[in-house]
């Protein structure tokens, strides 16, 4: 739960009339070969087919069409982003409902040979002890263990997966670093500066190709005005005027 709040900035807390309302009670997986199990409890008891895989080079979204307009302002920003959705009227058919589930499951988690999982029970406390029976409770696996494809290749997702807990780093995190400010500094901050740096290179290629002296005080005048913008929101402009 609190990974789950912590990645969506608590949407379940802020929305959680509509998440009873859609019925769906919830899984959430986070990768770079990680995976975060948000367990249930009484703060949110009904929500479920949600899904996220989130690799070192793109994210997963399994929904269905219900959470998916709830979710989407919360992740339409996320960089390389793939979404799996259901769409509404295939949901009444729960055999293939699940079947779809079950397929996007193994293929988001398919090359995932090393999972760390943020466990906690159902009360938010981390376990002493930490086992992969654990993770045999969680549905999704126990489905993915009678499917026909994996039974026919003899594999069980937790033998032929290493599966480590970081729940207490997870903790650390959320209690250190606040979601807001890392959503402004990556999302806002960040790509601004990429945008200066960029410029910097063109500006360098372009002296570089002319070799005219005269162009080289050109060369830092994006990174200097990058920072003497908030030193003189902050009444700081002496010091540096002169460049």
């Excluded at 900035?9 to 990768?31: H, L, Y």
């Excluded at 997963?60 to 390389?80: E, R, T």
């Excluded at 079947?99 to 996007?104: G, R, V």
């Excluded at 943020?118 to 263990?145: H, R």
């Amino acid at each position: 739960m609190l990974a789950a709040s912590y990645l969506l900035f608590d949407v379940f807390e802020t929305r959680a009339n509509d998440m009873q309302q859609a019925k769906f009670d919830m899984e959430i997986f986070e990768g770079m070969h990680k995976i975060i199990n948000v367990n249930r409890n009484h703060l949110i008891a009904h929500v479920q087919d949600l899904m996220i895989c989130v690799k070192s080079n793109e994210t997963h979204v399994y929904c269905n069409a219900v959470n998916y307009l709830i979710l989407l302002p919360y992740i339409s920003h996320w960089p390389n982003l793939r979404i799996h959705c259901v769409p509404q009227s295939e949901m009444s058919n729960v055999d293939n409902f699940e079947e779809q589930k079950m397929i996007t499951f193994r293929r988001i988690t398919e090359n995932c040979k090393r999972i760390a999982i943020a466990y906690m029970d159902s009360y938010g406390n981390t376990p002493e002890k930490f086992t992969k029976m654990l993770i045999e409770e969680w549905p999704i696996v126990q489905s993915y263990a009678f499917d026909i494809t994996t039974q026919s290749s003899r594999e069980f997702f937790t033998l032929s997966r290493e599966i480590v807990n970081v729940s207490r780093e997870m903790l650390q995190l959320t209690t250190r670093l606040d979601p807001v400010f890392i959503e402004t500094m990556l999302v806002r901050s960040l790509l601004a500066f990429t945008g200066t740096l960029e410029t910097v290179y063109r500006l360098v290629d372009a002296y570089v190709e002319s070799k005219d002296q005269s162009n080289k005080v050109k060369l830092l005048e994006p990174l200097m005005s990058t920072y003497l913008h908030p030193n003189m929101l902050g009444g700081e402009t002496n010091r540096y005027s002169s460049g």
